[in-house]
């Protein structure tokens, strides 16, 4: 349920989060800054998660690490109790994460993140099966590529997924999206 008294927080400045784009390779960079968004408590997670499924069947649950881990977790692991699907993009890119991926059905990382997750310099096909067979990420792992597209990598499968002709990478953040 909203909640105005807790949705705006006086003194505090909304997170923005600019994205840096190499115009020659396409590849991204994000700088956040956190602002409100590390308000958010695992207490408020829970309690609005909740509030919405007495009303709504919670189909989807999705995180991005833009608010503290423990609110993140939080949010994974009460949209498991919902018998919600959970879905966690790792951005951005923590070494802190191993504590979430019991909770997570569908990851989303991109290159670089599935780097920092997986020990190895394998294929990311391999990293990928690291995180769902290791890891304990429960369905699928889809691995943003860029300007080439995405890999989403499940337990039996492989499918890869061309970007349209004419993806905006030079000015345009889109390349980091599924």
Do not use: W
Not at 27 to 32: C, E, H, L, R
Not at 45 to 72: F, G, M
Not at 132 to 156: P, Q, S
Request: charged letters at 20%; a negative charge.
């Amino acid at each position: 349920m909203y909640d105005a008294e807790k949705s705006v927080l006086p003194n505090k400045h909304t997170g923005v989060a600019p994205i840096i784009v190499d115009t020659k390779s396409g590849d991204n960079s994000i700088i956040v800054i956190p602002g409100a968004n590390h308000a958010l408590t695992p207490e408020d997670v829970r309690e609005s998660l909740n509030a919405l499924a007495s009303k709504h069947s919670v189909k989807v649950v999705l995180v991005q690490l833009e608010i503290p881990l423990e609110s993140a977790q939080e949010a994974l692991k009460v949209g498991k109790e919902l018998g919600a699907t959970t879905i966690l993009n790792p951005a951005p890119a923590s070494d802190k994460i191993d504590d979430l991926f019991a909770h997570v059905d569908i990851l989303i990382p991109n290159e670089s993140e599935l780097a920092s997750m997986s020990p190895s310099s394998d294929s990311e096909e391999k990293r990928a099966h690291y995180l769902l067979n290791e890891k304990g990420v429960g369905m699928a792992v889809v691995v943003t590529l860029g300007a080439r597209g995405a890999m989403v990598v499940g337990k039996d499968k492989t499918t890869l997924v061309c970007a349209p002709d004419g993806l905006p990478c030079a000015s345009e953040p889109v390349q980091d999206t599924v």
